[in-house]
């Protein structure tokens, strides 16, 4: 029997950013024209279209999303580029979670539980009590630092906010989420049953 603790479950990458909806545009315009490698450092570093001060911020910024959408499909690119700010925000949940275990497994497992027994509000305790948990399924959770900690639950409760499923970052008030129709049979489409397991928060 393989040692469980071997296998990588989750990374701290998602706390490079929260879902940057104006920049993910962009970048989905990008992967949906199928842009080269030179079209790329000419967009991100010679166009600056992200529009940051710094280039290294841009590169980072990038690399991020890049990461984020590659993997998706191109039905969910056109969502975020063509739909609504609301629309666009679901699939890029949909896209941060497939990313990033750590974002679905506090969604599906915390926030989903919340709505079960009708707690309204999310405290930070709530994401400490989640990592210790997370450190029984993977074993570098323990490796990380208290500051890194932090910051990957500022970054995971703005995401929350931008997708509102939080009232704000300030209040941590959940609110009641109802998945935009074209997201939903984009994820049942595409089978991503777990994906919709973590975002449709209030059904079993």
């Known amino acids: 029997m393989k040692n469980q603790k071997s296998h990588k479950v989750y990374n701290a990458e998602i ?11 962009k970048v989905a315009k990008l992967l949906l024209v199928g842009a080269d490698e030179k079209t790329w450092h000419q967009a991100i570093h010679v166009e600056n279209v992200l529009q940051k001060k710094v280039p290294a911020t841009a590169r980072r910024m990038a690399r991020l999303i890049r990461n984020r959408l590659d993997p ?3 039905d969910l690119w056109k969502l975020i580029i063509n739909g609504s700010a609301e629309t666009a925000l679901q699939a890029l949940l949909v896209a941060a979670i497939h990313h990033s275990r750590l974002l679905g497994d506090f969604l599906n497992d915390v926030i989903k539980e919340k709505y079960r027994i009708f707690d309204k509000q999310l405290t930070v305790q709530d994401w400490k009590k ?5 450190e029984l ?5 323990s490796t990380w630092s208290e500051k890194t900690k932090a910051k990957l639950g500022q970054v995971i409760f703005r995401i929350l906010a931008e997708a509102k499923y939080l009232d704000s970052t300030r209040s941590l008030k959940l609110m009641p989420v109802t998945l935009i129709p074209e997201v939903r049979s984009y994820l049942l489409k595409h089978q991503e049953k777990y994906i919709l397991r973590c975002m449709d928060v209030a059904h079993e």
């Open 130 to 134: 989640f990592l210790y948990t997370c």
């Open 72 to 74: 998706m499909s191109p």
């Open 137 to 141: 399924r993977d074993s570098v959770v």
């Open 15 to 25: 706390s490079a950013g929260s879902l940057m909806l104006r920049e993910s545009r």
